[in-house]
């Protein structure tokens, strides 16, 4: 469920957005998801979480699911899905430079600073050519935005680490998609979305590929990655972020003509490369790399 549905999040999101507008499309998508789980967690006696927490878990979802993933589905009208998840792939990298820079977890073994290396290597050699046309090129722009996603969805993360979130791991996901999800639809209703908006201009391809995401991409995946987190080793968990942006990459090729070159299977490579390094030897900030579409 890891593997293979996370890493095709990022070819439904590219579905979704060809007739629905990104913000509401990813906004909507958490709202159902959390809305659903919610009431779920209560059905099964979960107790409310305090205002504190319910704040708390709020603010994270909007960083994390809700702006991280809005940006990414933004960009996506410009940009192949396959070559964002690549970028995304950058999570694990600022994880450890915030968690070492930040909150003081230490300074990264060689292992981890040569994956740090490598890393940086891969996305200059993946996003560069765009960022050269310069800022006029909406290619550009959402190559930036979705690097953006990245440090808005590390940043956010660990700060769940240091302030009090709902006890419940699953009330949990709960707060963080409903309330990431409502904020992100706000956003898209203040940048006009709302009228731009036809529920009948909907494709079927779209809508399919909307209520993916919400049944397997957040309900099913985000619950299986919570499942999984009391009950698998933490390497084991992490690994999907050097597998989601394979499958990711493939899935583009294969169901959607995305171009992949020898650049991009170059950087493929060295990124994944970097992302092992930094799974393998990064310890606690790996495992908190939940970044997902």
Do not use: H
């Amino acid at each position: 469920m890891i593997y293979i549905v996370w890493g095709s999040t990022y070819l439904a999101i590219a579905f979704a957005v060809q007739t629905i507008p990104p913000f509401l499309a990813i906004g909507t998508r958490f709202l159902s998801a959390g809305v659903l789980l919610y009431a779920f967690m209560r059905f099964k006696g979960v107790p409310v979480p305090s205002r504190e927490r319910l704040i708390n878990g709020g603010i994270i979802g909007f960083l994390t699911l809700g702006l991280g993933t809005g940006l990414v589905a933004w960009a996506e009208q410009f940009i192949d899905s396959g070559f964002a998840a690549l970028i995304i792939t950058a999570v694990p990298l600022w994880f450890v430079l915030f968690d070492w820079l930040m909150l003081k977890g230490g300074a990264p073994t060689r292992p981890v600073i040569i994956g740090l290396i490598l890393g940086f290597i891969g996305i200059s050699l993946l996003t560069g050519p765009e960022l050269l046309t310069g800022f006029e090129d909406t290619n550009a722009l959402a190559v930036v935005l979705v690097i953006v996603a990245t440090i808005s969805w590390s940043a956010g993360s660990l700060r769940s680490k240091m302030i009090r979130m709902p006890e419940n791991l699953f009330m949990s996901s709960a707060v963080q998609m409903g309330v990431g999800g409502f904020l992100v639809s706000l956003i898209g209703l203040a940048l006009g979305e709302g009228s731009s908006l036809s529920v009948t201009q909907i494709s079927s391809t779209s809508f399919w590929a909307w209520g993916y995401l919400v049944v397997f991409g957040s309900l099913g995946a985000f619950s299986a990655y919570v499942w999984l987190l009391g009950n698998a080793p933490p390497k084991q968990i992490s690994s999907y972020a050097f597998v989601n942006p394979v499958v990711a990459v493939f899935l583009g090729w294969w169901l959607a003509d995305e171009l992949v070159n020898a650049r991009i299977l170059t950087a493929c490579v060295i990124m994944v490369s970097a992302v092992a390094l930094i799974v393998r030897y990064g310890g606690k900030p790996a495992v908190k790399a939940k970044q997902s579409a």
